[in-house]
Nanobody, 124 residues
Framework: QVQLVESGGGLVQAGGSLRLSCAVS????????TGWFRQVPGKGREFVAA????????VYADSVKGRFTISRDNAKNTVYLQMNSLKPEDTADYYC?????????????????WGQGTQVTVSS
């Protein structure tokens, strides 16, 4: 069983930065990718970024390219999401997810385990 714990959310002004962390309890060989998604009330989960553990391949949503950076620390089994130049439209609950099978990184069905989420609020 893989557990994910997010941290680092909070309130920030537009133009500011936050770094989210996702601690993965067990990154065995079965965990092939970790992704970040976000969700606002009344809408589905939106893909933000993802990274494959073995290859290091990274994918970003167009809405965050150039502003957000996903990275990993293999020794700590932790994935980070550095968010810069934040905008009010980035306000959402952010979720970390881990996938154990090969799949499309921006598809929620690729992921088997989800964290509880951390709230990010960007004020204008």
């Amino acid at each position: 069983q893989v557990q994910l714990v997010e941290s680092g959310g909070g309130l920030v002004q537009a133009g500011g930065s936050l770094r989210l962390s996702c601690a993965v309890s067990e990154r065995s060989v079965s965990t092939v990718a970790t992704g970040w998604f976000r969700q606002v009330p009344g809408k589905g989960r939106e893909f933000v970024a993802a990274i494959r553990w073995r290859s290091g391949n990274i994918v970003y949503a167009d809405s965050v390219k150039g502003r957000f950076t996903i990275s990993r620390d293999n020794a700590k089994n932790t994935v980070y999401l550095q968010m810069n130049s934040l905008k009010p439209e980035d306000t959402a609950d952010y979720y970390c997810a881990a996938g154990t099978k090969t799949g499309i990184l921006f598809n929620t069905r690729t992921y088997d385990y989800w964290g509880q989420g951390t709230q990010v609020t960007v004020s204008s």
